[in-house]
């Protein structure tokens, strides 16, 4: 009788669990239903505010549970921002850009992006303001086309140049017992340098002074002339850290005004003819996308230009909304060759790379689809090691001058865990095979020489293969070509200059050039996006779960996380790599 009692109450335990999931679930499509029924409407005299402080991706990701966060999304579209703003500069009910930033998320090509869209909105002869309590580099990159820039008295402005650093984990490996079996090609491919040494290799140093000083003189310079300052100067204000508080900022002429958040809004209101105690028409991002466009025409052409957006990872399988799967890309790519409404293909790569075998079926179809139509590639902030692999094969590169790139190099960790199983937890392993290497590959014991060399030969392999597509790609010799491979990292000027892309310019410029050469005109095609990004109840699942998860990760290992995520990446390289040598966070 007990055993009956014990299960009936497991059935209403679990017939409840579902019923309050359920209604979860339920609530959740009212509210993302209400949220995207919601009608907006674009008040006159109205201003658009931006706040960048969410991270800025290639394209924004649709969540469903946006319904609960009044409907804001997680992350900010790249894409989706631009449209904004292009669509602000003819919109007759929107008279000038608010920009509230903070610390900006996003790489450095994301905000050269950004920033190009605000200058040619300026052509309107509409205002930007900008207004910040504490600014970081990237955030006042932006800010700088600005003609008014406010910044809190008490604020901070930080210009000092950029910077990057990296974490090493050999110590962390020795206390654990932990051995990592490190096979490589190239001198500058770092990416495993974490596992096996307690700082930056000589070469690695190099290549992170080089491409760190392109950047920032590329930013110098842009800087330099919106706010009409000498580039010598500037650099003379960055190098010495003449900034050290708002004061300083006024004085030195990076900003034109000190003042609080509500002085900024009575400027605007000024400019709008509005009285200082009536409301300010600000309208946000989320909702001016949701606005009517009573003046888009759009295209009612059938032809076609399809643009796969390729950013994360670069995966086997279908990946995820932050990778880049091998299945589900070449599907994507493949889908775009056989539709003849397609003219053209740009690909948008924004990766540091990640598995070979991935990145060479991506790499394939591209190569066919080049056969049949023009496939034009646009570098976004990072397309190194595997990111550039599945770009080399196109007609055409396109890099920002602050896009990372190159990282042409192979590289595969094996580790070791036996001594930290034996002598850490007091557990052993033994085992009984068929032949003299069924084991090979194992974490469980040291390989044998014969073993390295053979892990060794088949990275050997890879790279040869890398430099020999990359060289056909790139039409020059492939002894040239490894020259400027080893692994080493390269800004996009600097790939330029040596041959590894062919034009400096932006998302829009590819654009222009896969229309011109599929021999379409302005307004005589449409954008196709790719790949189809996931329907509404797969994204409801799967944000579910991943959320939760992530949530309690994050309370869990508290300042640890970024270890975590670093041993996440290392427990998901799979067969040999084509990734960056690190992680670059600037600010």
Known sequence: MRQFFKYVLATLTGLVLFALVGVVLLVALIAAAASSDKEVTVASNSVLELKLDKPIGEREFNNPLSGFTGGQSSSIGLDELKAAIRRAKTDEDIKGIFLN???VQGGMASMEEIRNALLDFKKSGKFVVSYTDAQSEKSYYLASVADKIYLNPQGTLE???LSSETMYYKNLFDKLGVQAQIFRVGSFKSAVEPYFRTSMSDSARLQTSSFLNSLNNSMLAEVAAARKIAPARLKVIS???LVHNADDAKRLNLVTDLGYYDQATDYIK???GVEKDEKLSLIELSDYEKADDEDAEGSTSGNRIAVVYAEGDIVTGKGGNESIGSTRFAEAIRKARLDKKVKAVVLRVNSPGGSSLASDIIYR???LTKKVKPVIASMSDVAASGGYFIAM???????HPTTITGSIGVFGVLPNIEPFLRDKIGVTTDRVTTGKFSDFPTITRALTPFEQSQFQAEINRIYADFTT???QGRRMPVERLRRLASGRVWSGTEAKARGLVDVLGSF?????????????KEGDYRIQKLPRQKSFAENLFSSFNEEAKMRLVREEMGPMYPMYQQYKKLSEMKGAQMRMPFEVTMQ
Request: aromatic content about 2%; hydrophobic content about 50%.
């Open 101 to 103: 930033l903070e610390l």
């Open 469 to 471: 597509k990359a060289a």
């Open 239 to 241: 190098d010495s850290m």
């Open 393 to 399: 094969g196109c007609d055409t590169i396109v890099a």
């Open 365 to 367: 179809e591209v190569m």
């Open 508 to 520: 829009d410029d590819a654009l222009r050039i896969a229309a011109r050469r599929a021999n379409l």
């Open 270 to 272: 000024g400019k709008l």
């Open 159 to 161: 210009f000092n140049g």
